[in-house]
């Protein structure tokens, strides 16, 4: 470790090699305060050779407690988070801060995700599969899960760069709908519907959900990466929406960050801190026990609760190495001061993720559910207008 005044401490051969310019950062290490390093590292006051699994790993030994038993709340400030989580999710400031984070550069993101560019959690069903197999794979499972078939009206809310909704079409024959608060985005999977010929039965539109017309409802609908930033006080009012806006018998697929411990929104020992204030402002998480009692809150029946945790550890994991091989390219990229620090926390976020995964600081669950039923006895006898069989073997039956 390079110290500020000129000195260096530790051994030679060491697997990291630190060059600290601020003496501040030597009391985060000291106290632990992994998510004040990393902004010290955003903020450019040291800099490290070596790999960011090597980093993971110290940051983990250093912590002086659990993050998550670290962000236990009182009832007071639980109160105050309410309060505030009520306050900061308008239409317009959710707008600014999708904005905020997935408008930052498209070929950034081109960089280090798969060529489809799904920016959600992989689903690794055998473990050689590479991350764009696996998203391949996760792009099928929730297809699966949600039993779409030919001819049905599919609604992907927060499309991000349209890999579930061209999925959906290309292989199962759907009318997909999608909706994003990006106009990044938004211009480019309008671009590859029309490159792909898609026109006719696939639309991308720019929308919040709480705009979404519910006249003609949908037959299934998927929620993939978006929940988190609807709020915790939203969430009631969020899955009522879906609700309304698929068919009696349809089905709904939630697929979501939760929090590991029971009733904090974010990670302590300043984790949480930095990824609000560098990567995703307005962010909440929620075990997922409060995410089933929201949604039953909202008239939704529970169907199918799949964790998929390690395998959001192996995605982040995939991405940060497929960034680390490119530094050279995302600089060029992300050429402007502001630019090197997005880098730098994008870095730090990537790793910090998979660790906090392998750890169960957090997880990922998928959710199947439908609107509560109306007391038919034969559920269990394929009736129709019913989606859910009631039978897992209907995901993995050979189509």
Not at 79 to 84: A, E, I, P, W, Y
Not at 117 to 124: D, G, K, L, N, T
Not at 290 to 317: F, S
Request: aromatic share 10%.
């Amino acid at each position: 470790m390079a110290l500020p005044d000129g000195g260096k401490i530790g051994p030679a051969d060491a697997q990291l090699h630190f060059m600290i310019r601020d003496h501040a950062v030597l009391a985060h290490f000291a106290a632990g305060e992994v998510g004040a390093l990393g902004e010290d590292y955003v903020d450019g006051k040291f800099d490290f050779d070596g790999s960011m699994r090597d980093l993971m790993r110290l940051a983990a030994g250093i912590l002086p407690g659990s993050p998550v038993d670290a962000a236990q709340l009182g009832w007071l400030t639980s109160l105050v988070r309410r309060l505030v989580s009520v306050w900061r999710h308008s239409v317009d400031r959710d707008a600014r801060q999708i904005e905020f984070h997935y408008d930052l550069s498209d070929e950034f993101y081109a960089l280090w995700l798969d060529p489809r560019r799904v920016y959600s959690c992989a689903y690794y069903r055998e473990p050689g599969m590479t991350v764009a197999q696996a998203q391949e794979a996760k792009l099928d499972h929730i297809c699966r899960k949600l039993a779409l078939k030919s001819g049905e009206r599919f609604l992907d809310v927060g499309g991000g760069w349209g890999g579930l909704m061209l999925w959906a079409a290309e292989h199962y024959d759907v009318d997909v709908t999608g909706i994003t608060l990006s106009h990044n985005q938004h211009a480019y999977v309008n671009q590859l519907i029309q490159e792909k010929g898609l026109g006719g039965r696939v639309r991308m539109e720019l929308l919040d959900y709480r705009k979404l017309d519910e006249s003609n409802p949908y037959d299934k609908i998927s929620s993939v990466g978006m929940f988190e930033h609807v709020g915790r006080a939203q969430l009631t009012g969020y899955f009522s929406k879906l609700r309304r806006l698929v068919r009696p018998g349809g089905l709904i697929m939630n697929h979501g960050i939760t929090a590991g411990g029971i009733s904090n929104t974010e990670l302590g020992a300043g984790m949480g801190d930095f990824i609000e204030k560098f990567i995703f402002p307005g962010g909440e998480l929620s075990h997922i026990h409060y995410v089933l009692q929201t949604m039953a809150e909202a008239g939704l029946e529970d169907l199918d609760v799949e964790n998929i945790r390690p395998h959001y550890a192996r995605t982040l994991w995939a991405w940060s190495d497929a960034l680390e091989a490119r530094l050279d390219e995302a600089r060029a990229i992300l050429s402007t001061p502001q630019g090197e620090r997005s880098l730098r926390a994008y870095r730090m976020y990537l790793a910090g993720c998979a660790m906090g995964f392998e750890h169960g600081w957090i997880a990922l669950h998928q959710i199947i559910a439908q609107p509560q039923p109306a007391g038919r006895p034969d559920e269990l006898d394929y009736p129709e207008g019913q989606a859910y069989p009631w039978r897992r073997d209907y995901i993995y039956a050979p189509r």
